[in-house]
Nanobody
Framework: QVQLVESGGGLVQAGGSLRLSCAASGRTFSSYTMDWFRQAPGKEREFVARISWSGTRSVYADSVKGRFTISSDNAKNTVYLQMNSLKPEDTAVYYC?????????WGQGTLVTVSS
């Protein structure tokens, strides 16, 4: 059974940092692309960042470019999202997504709250 488990969310002041983790299990993810999405209260889920499982390519939403960094540790089957210079508008539930080979998996989400 495929599982994506996010962790690392919490409450942080504006300007602070958090690192989210997404631990993947249940299959080999070497041919998958890993994304982070977020959903703020009352808003639609939006794309945040993407990385190929090999870690050679990454893409970011304009709203987080220069502040967030996505990375992967293949040995640990884990994808990270380092979030720096956090803003109140970054407050959301952050979700990990793995997709490839016609399959699409989601984690349960981790809440990030940025206070002003």
């Amino acid at each position: 059974q495929v599982q994506l488990v996010e962790s690392g969310g919490g409450l942080v002041q504006a300007g602070g940092s958090l690192r989210l983790s997404c631990a993947a299990s249940g299959r080999t993810f070497s041919s998958y692309t890993m994304d982070w999405f977020r959903q703020a209260p009352g808003k639609e889920r939006e794309f945040v960042a993407r990385i190929s499982w090999s870690g050679t390519r990454s893409v970011y939403a304009d709203s987080v470019k220069g502040r967030f960094t996505i990375s992967s540790d293949n040995a640990k089957n884990t994808v990270y999202l380092q979030m720096n210079s956090l803003k109140p508008e970054d407050t959301a539930v952050y979700y990990c997504n793995a997709h490839g080979q016609g399959m699409d998996y989601w984690g349960q989400g981790t809440l990030v709250t940025v206070s002003s």
